[in-house]
């Protein structure tokens, strides 16, 4: 399974930007998948998380009420909708997916795949 990243680019601040993470491959069930995002010199952390079937989510502080994560398990994807940019959201984004799993899950040793990573740029 490989995850594909795309939708980044340079944005001003109060803007919006889609980000969509594709899973190609086989699943046999739809995977827990997540967005981190690393900023230059900082820890990859969490933004968002959804469960397999999408009844769960979980958003990190700092994008609450800003960011909405989705899914379409008929195209095996992943959409991060972000509102309102502010400039310390710039960073490089990365879409992570369990293999397996019914919960949202934060940490990031708790995912096994990873994509390339999509540059989100904000300026303010």
């Known amino acids: 399974v490989q995850l594909v990243e795309s939708g980044g680019g340079l944005v001003q601040a109060g803007g919006s930007l889609r980000l969509s993470c594709e899973a190609s491959?086989?699943?046999?069930?739809?995977?827990?998948m997540g967005w981190f995002r690393q900023a230059p010199g900082k820890e990859r952390n969490i933004v968002v998380a959804?469960?397999?079937?999408?009844?769960?989510?979980y958003y990190a502080d700092s994008v609450k009420g800003r960011f909405t994560i989705s899914r379409d398990n008929t195209k095996n994807a992943v959409y991060l909708q972000m509102n309102s940019l502010k400039s310390e959201d710039t960073a490089v984004y990365y879409c992570?997916?369990?293999?397996?799993?019914?919960?949202?899950?934060?940490?990031?040793?708790?995912?096994?795949?990873w994509g390339l990573g999509t540059q989100v740029t904000v300026s303010s």
């Open positions: 491959g086989r699943t046999f069930s739809p995977l827990p």
């Open positions: 959804i469960s397999g079937n999408g009844s769960t989510t």
């Open positions: 992570a997916a369990r293999r397996s799993g019914r919960y949202v899950y934060t940490r990031f040793g708790e995912y096994d795949l």
